[in-house]
């Protein structure tokens, strides 16, 4: 007896300690009812009793979560409560008396279906969603291309299933009077989920499209931003970007920041240059303008590009792991672009904890050396 009911529990909660199991199940009941509290009502009545006060918030609350359900499974659930609140009735008519007993496992019962149904579309739904989150897996590269004197790495983490940031690093084909160039991209689009990485794909899609053309990148940055406007719903859908294109050969870097977190430039002498000239998120305005700037790295210099979901990565406490814990670990790295990025990425865990991811987390690391 005793084997098999570690057996279960073994298949019950994956072999996970009850510490951790009750940390899980205390961040995602927060999760919920952050969901749910979003359509409440929280401001207070004048004079208004704390005791009613509770009572039309847990009403509020209630109804929020029954008018997530269908109106079918809605009736299911009222029955069901019902059925579990009055187990049993009874009806006195003269000398005729009707009663019921036992009505709470027919209540049991109907909770049950209504949680396999839900069940039931969520496997659906999940399913989708892997298949998505494969496909996009295929707009992005598995691995960093091969350029002498250049190391790369990268690494993203969606919030949900599938991501709204996108990262990118390709050669663009050289020109008449242009060198070969390396064109490293970050994005953000505005949003989570399937909104925002169906958006990225058609940036992914337009941008591979307009790279291929001849020109600058400042070029390439203007017709990228028209496309973008053309799908942001009236500037609903805008993506955050920096792109830079590095010349091997020379170590320089000209970028466009488009309303992008700063990027981190570590130079081997040890000074830290943020990289921010540009302009606006792309898909805002078609009149906005952008600029674009230069920088050199040498040898054993190190670039950070990074979406906003790693600084503003919270803990159970609700604190940011901000850009002070990031530059001090970005600052003492040493090692190749993959080892910083495992030192930020294991550093960030630690922060986080068990606390649920509020937005997608995306970083690539470029270190120069000596080819």
Partial sequence: MATRLRTFWQRVSDGIEIQQLWAQF????????QLYA???DWTPTEGEWRWRRFWRVAQALFWAMIMKLSPGRRVLFLIALVLLLFPSISVRRGETEFRTENLAFFGGIG?????????SDRVTMKRDL???REIQSWLMPAAAPKVPGVDIAFATRPANTV???Y??????PAGPEQAERLLLVVADVAGKSVPAALLMATLQASLRTLAALQGSLLELVGRLKQ????????????TTAFLAELEPATGRLTYVNAGHNWPVLRHVSGAIERLETGGLPLGITPGAGYECANTTLAAKDMLLIFTDGLVEAENDREEEFGEQRMLGIFSGAGGSASDLLKELMSSLDTFVGLARQHDDITCLV???FAP
Avoid: P, W
């Avoid at 909770?111 to 069940?119: F, N, P, S």
């Avoid at 990262?167 to 663009?172: S, T």
């Fill in 167 to 172: 990262y990118d690093a390709f050669f663009r």
């Fill in 130 to 132: 892997e298949i998505a």
């Fill in 111 to 119: 909770l049950t279906v209504l949680l396999a149904l839900e069940l």
């Fill in 366 to 368: 470029l270190r120069t």
């Fill in 38 to 40: 979003k359509e409440v």
């Fill in 163 to 165: 991501a709204g940031d």
């Fill in 26 to 33: 205390h961040a995602e009941s927060r999760a919920s009812y």
């Fill in 227 to 238: 496309y973008a406007c053309a799908q942001s719903l009236g500037g609903q859908r805008f």
